[in-house]
């Protein structure tokens, strides 16, 4: 059995403690972190924006103005997972695999969850409100198109009972038609 | 509405359809090489041939170009001063220990890290130039973040985003304030002043902007253990950009140029550079960007040739009169659009002979509109984002159509009220 989790910045820990608390002992564990190519992005952006200050070309790497605040990023990035990943070993407590992919992060998540029989990954919405809004554009994209089964955990302590929402009221003509 | 005629240059060689046809190509070919740097020269080695055929063409009389670069020297002078300065900065650590204040303040928490993040780049834009911040801060911010286990995308959109929006406060804090500033004839404490206001309502209208946009990026954290040492506190640093505050400050009540107390500034962190082993000469000098400098003369000229020669009859109808409340929210507005298309340099430069005999207000409104407005665009203006797309340059991962939402709702949120702010302070200081 081959078990991905998905580590996020700031939801990971949920994840780690799920596949240590319902992976089988013999299963696979990989570890996956995307960056999202999008923060270097914008910073190469607002470089580019500085029209006639004489940057280099390419990837040639510059000194003083001339550094591309976004190489700097992409490669801060690098190390941040590498640690991320590192501590999210360390925490799972048993062999496993990191992965780590750079791009939309949706995609590589669903593209790397190709062979794996369990997705791990938590939530990352609007946690104050529940309901369609507590899965975030990326989270709501790997649940549609994972082509495994999902294993969606709450980032801290699931919600009890009284967060329900008062049931709607019985209508007036018997049951409502259905949708 | 009425436009702002300017007397007609009389000195010129050229006839004015030939001049006009001239000029207008020169300028696109500076901004287009600009936009595309052919085999990675700098700017300004276009730029300054382009001004040189200008004059000898007789595009531009020579006087009126001596009269532009005379009047751009100064300005291209406390450009270089800032820019040293805040290159210094980094050199003392000053950077580096920004973000471990800011990390120690945010204790792991996005949304309190978010309030550093916009009052450190607020402040730093402001002191030491958009330049800083863009270059020097933003890595500084995405490793702040990283390292407390925050979410770094808000942040450094945030840098990115109060690099134009937070340099509204001071002359040093972009070069379009610089050109203005020079137009204008305010002093750099009235400057200020008026700016003032206009600054805070922009920089707070961001700030709800974001915390809506990036709620759910906000919500998020996983605190990551212990932050490290406190790095050592850049005392000199501080002390030097202080004291250059405190000059400008000075030199306005007195009447000196303010430039100076820049220059002195960058004298004293430099020297101490030299003097410690920790800089060349040839650091020094490049630190203040010699291909910048002359680039931007070059293009002053160039841009002057342009609106000799008919662009100010062709924009001052598009350009409102006058500096009631309309009239500043229209010139902001021509002012956004303009910096959208062909960047905000340019755009100022065309802008400022046409708003300049309006008073200070115009200007300050033009000023507003080419800061605020290319939030827009991720890369400073449509020109260089289409180039960046067509040669596929870095920018697979940006998702062209968040940015433009973040920024479709920032731009107005920050640029109407700061006009209306401006509009205000135009009244009571």
Redesign the interface.
């Known amino acids: 059995m081959r078990v991905i989790a998905w580590l ?6 949920a994840c780690v403690d799920a596949v240590r608390a319902h992976a089988p002992e013999d299963a696979e564990v990989v570890l996956l972190h995307v960056s ?23 990837h040639a790497p510059g000194d ?2 001339e ?1 591309d ?2 190489d ?2 992409a490669d ?2 690098d190390a ?1 997972a590498a640690e991320l990943l590192a ?1 999210a070993a360390a925490r799972l407590g048993r062999p496993c695999t990191p992965l780590e992919r ?3 992060v949706e995609r590589e998540v669903v593209k790397a969850a190709d062979d794996a029989d369990l997705l791990v990954l938590a939530r ?5 409100r529940l309901g369609p809004r507590s899965l ?1 554009p990326a989270v709501r994209f790997a649940v549609d198109h994972a082509p495994c089964p999902v294993l969606l955990v709450w ?1 801290e302590a699931a919600p009890d009972l009284t967060t329900l929402p008062p049931p709607p009221p019985p209508h007036p003509h018997g049951p409502p038609p259905p949708p | 509405m009425c436009g702002h005629r300017r007397p007609r240059p009389e000195d010129r060689a050229l006839n004015t359809p030939l001049a006009e046809s001239l000029s207008v190509v020169l300028l696109v070919a500076v901004l287009a090489w ?2 595309v ?1 052919p085999f ?1 020269w ?3 080695a276009l ?1 300054v041939p382009a001004a040189a055929v200008a004059v000898a063409a007789g595009a531009i009389g020579t006087d009126h170009a001596r009269a532009e670069v005379v009047r751009l020297a100064p300005v291209v002078g406390f450009l270089a001063a800032v ?1 040293v300065l805040a ?1 210094f900065c980094d050199v003392e650590g000053l950077f580096r220990a920004c973000g471990a204040w800011t990390a120690r303040w945010a204790r792991g928490r ?1 949304v309190r890290l978010l309030t550093a993040v916009f009052a450190l780049a607020s402040a730093i834009t402001a002191v030491l130039s ?2 800083a911040t ?3 801060l ?2 500084v911010v ?2 702040t973040a ?2 407390t ?5 808000p942040h ?2 945030a ?2 985003h109060l ?1 134009n929006t937070a340099s509204l406060l001071l002359p040093v804090s972009n070069l379009t304030n610089l050109l203005a500033f020079a137009a204008s004839g305010l002093s750099f404490t009235r400057f200020a002043a008026l700016m003032a206001l206009p600054w805070l309502v922009a920089i707070g209208a961001e700030y709800v902007v974001f915390r809506r946009f990036f ?3 906000l ?4 605190p ?1 253990p212990g932050t490290g040492e406190p790095p050592a506190m850049p005392v000199f640093a501080l002390i030097t950009v202080g004291c250059t505050l405190a000059g400008f400050v000075l030199a306005s009540t007195f009447g000196v140029e303010p430039a100076w107390a820049a220059l002195a500034g960058a004298l004293v962190l430099a020297g101490r550079a030299l003097v410690r082993r920790e800089a060349t000469a040839l ?1 020094v000098v ?2 203040a ?1 010699p ?2 400098l002359a ?2 003369l070059a ?1 002053g000229v160039v841009v002057r040739a342009v609106v000799d020669n008919g662009l100010a009859d062709a924009l001052g109808h598009v350009l409102p009169g006058g500096t009631g409340l309309l009239a500043l929210l229209g010139t902001a507005a021509v002012a956004a659009v303009l910096a959208n298309l062909i ?1 905000n ?2 755009a100022v430069l065309v802008l400022l002979p046409l708003t300049a005999p309006a008073g200070p207000g115009a200007v300050l409104a033009v000023l507003l509109g080419v800061n605020i407005g ?1 939030n827009l665009t ?4 449509l020109a ?2 289409l180039w ?1 797309r067509i040669v596929h ?7 062209l159509k ?2 433009t939402r973040l920024g479709l709702l920032a731009v107005p949120a920050a640029l109407v009220p700061a006009v209306v702010a401006l509009w205000g302070a135009l009244r009571i200081v």
């Open positions: 996020v910045e700031g939801t990971w820990p999202a190519a999008d923060v270097p992005g914008v910073a190469h952006g607002a470089f580019a924006g500085l029209l006639g200050r004489g940057h280099r070309r390419g003083g103005w550094r605040p976004g700097q990023v801060l990035g941040s501590a750079a791009g939309r990352d919405g609007d946690r104050d975030g980032p | 600009a936009v740097r990675g700098p700017e300004a730029a820019l290159h996005p958009l330049d863009v270059v020097l933003t890595p995405f490793a990283a390292r286990g925050v979410r770094p995308k450094v959109y840098c990115t690099s709620a759910r990026d919500a998020a954290s996983a990551a650091g490049r630190a960007a291909a910048f680039f931007v293009l960047n340099l340019p290319p991720y890369a400073g203006s260089t984002l960046r340059q870095h920018d697979h991962g940006v998702d968040e940015f």
